[in-house]
């Protein structure tokens, strides 16, 4: 029987002596978006090295993300700072983090700063555009010579769907099938859809009672429905590429809209339930369901928070507005 | 290739001789209780004769129900009254109820009397108890000498929850094996559970956009999680005969609480989604999880429909009514 492999591991595996790089003498800075799935990652065949059940599909958002700067310090131990607030050493979010630092680093220590310009832990996917933005600094600093399809493994032993963070535009990340993660990471779509723009509807930006880590490891074990799950997410992810490569809409919105609904309601068939829903949420989905029986072409997905990401093109932006005054909009191919 | 039995072939072969038989000179009057299941009906195996995919578990509400009156009138066609309004013959409800005694009469013509002290068609079981007073009155009025189970399957030939209308208490509608229904009907646990509360949380008193036949439907030609259903129940079912054999409210109110959310996950996984919940079913959720925290034992069902029915025991009741003031109380084992 193989033993098996550790995060450390895989990270020697892939570096190889690069390992034992020396950072470059100055600070560096690396930016990484935020994702939106539009096809759900939701459950892990392995869970030391956040190996997924299925392969997912997810939308980039453009400058919506987090930032790192990374410098080497003299230090017996790790500075973080979260939006210019220093995080306590005794915190999840440190100890995450310098789990993760500890994997990379040799003898140094490091000052990072993470600007995020999104809320934290809101489902708005800020752990996968942190841990992408400290893998493309990390990369910076100590000058890999690695492809991004490296860097997209490194940054999903950190977090899961950071994996999709690495690069922009629509972002396949292929569940692969090796049981050491080598092929799975990462690929963009070639395309641009310059018109398609991405809403955010935020109602609620306290942290969530149940971290997905947690929800998605709940499901798994007790929704009678998570076993369909796996061949659902493969129908959708061919629907969907096709509804993408068309540029069609309403095709697309609506399996990213089913395919969220769906997610949930493995996780509310979950005992106990798990519902992430507010009233506010319920509320917004009837008001876009009836925007589109009134012919505006709008469509939602929702992850592991209350918060809602509305679907739609340039063309309907101001019938949106309309609805939604406070919709904070992402054009994810606008730069 | 046997033929598929129609409902009036079902009626002649259960009634033989008896369909002969002439009414009785005066007006006869029934009642039929409401039920809530704590164990679903979701879904048909045969839709002509309303056999369920699964059994499934009531309890009947007591004084909360439909009563019908039945008198012959000499006329072309039935006279139908609802909560004292004439109902037009151009309706979906006069359609459904006359086609329903077609299958009962030889040459008579009736003024049909039926009261709900329940609001219809607001997921509240209206339908249930309605057909089963039709029967019972049927019954009175024929003098049928037929045993329950056979005034259970005609019920159900009306409505498929009709069939555990015709009983009080805990009810087993067993979904059985044959073809032609005949082992298809309902059976009373042999219970009282006096201390036992449901509450009526009523948000919305209109009549749903999509009924639950059509809702039920949808989700078993579309939800991919419905395959995973029958076992639930199965599962469900088994535990909940368990808990209210031991008068044990929590484990018979948490297994409830999830099989209803269970069945709406199958509908909203259906495509396009069916979601019977408002933002108040939402809010009424949260802060039945929250009295839960807080020690009140207090669990919900919810069928198609946005309202919730709480379960509880009576020793409880003042403190869910200090949450929701405006409860409706039904104690099923009062009278």
């Not at 800020?126 to 493994?153: C, Y």
Request: hydrophobic share 50%; net charge positive.
């Amino acid at each position: 029987l193989e033993r098996a492999l550790k995060k450390i591991d895989v990270i020697r595996l892939l570096l190889g002596k690069q390992i034992q790089n020396l950072p470059v003498a100055h600070p560096v800075q690396a930016f990484a978006p935020a994702n939106i799935a539009l096809c759900k990652y939701w459950g892990k065949r392995e869970r030391e090295l956040n190996l997924p059940q299925t392969s997912s599909l997810s939308i980039s958002l453009g400058e919506k993300g987090a930032t790192t700067q990374l410098a080497v310090i003299e230090a017996e131990a790790d500075v973080v700072f979260l939006n210019d607030v220093p995080v306590p050493a005794n915190t999840e979010f440190y100890r995450r983090l310098v789990a993760f630092l500890d994997l990379f680093r040799n003898k140094y220590y490091f000052k990072v700063t993470i600007s995020s310009n999104l809320p934290i832990a809101a489902g708005l996917a800020t752990s996968a555009s942190g841990f992408a933005a400290v893998v493309l600094a990390l990369n910076k600093l100590f000058q890999w010579q690695v492809p991004k399809e490296t860097l997209s493994i490194f940054a999903r032993l950190g977090s899961g769907s950071a994996a999709r963070s690495i690069t922009t535009g629509f972002v396949e990340w292929q569940a692969g099938r090796l049981s050491d993660g080598f092929d799975s990471y990462a690929v963009a779509l070639p395309l641009r859809w310059e018109t398609l723009c991405v809403g955010l509807l935020i109602f609620n930006q306290a942290a969530k009672k149940i971290g997905s880590r947690d929800a998605m490891q709940q499901t798994v074990a007790t929704s009678p429905f998570y076993a369909a799950w796996p061949a659902l997410v493969a129908s959708d992810l061919e629907q969907l590429k096709i509804a993408i490569m068309d540029k069609n809409l309403s095709k697309m919105g609506f399996i990213a809209e089913s395919n969220a609904l769906a997610m949930h309601a493995t996780m509310q068939a979950a005992r106990p339930a798990i519902i992430y829903s507010e009233p506010a949420t319920i509320s917004a989905m009837q008001q876009i369901w009836q925007m589109r029986e009134a012919g505006i072409n709008v469509f939602f997905t929702q992850d592991a928070g209350p918060n809602l990401k509305l679907l739609f093109e340039e063309s309907a932006l101001l019938d949106v507005l309309q609805f939604f005054s406070k919709l904070e909009i992402v054009r994810p191919f606008s730069s």
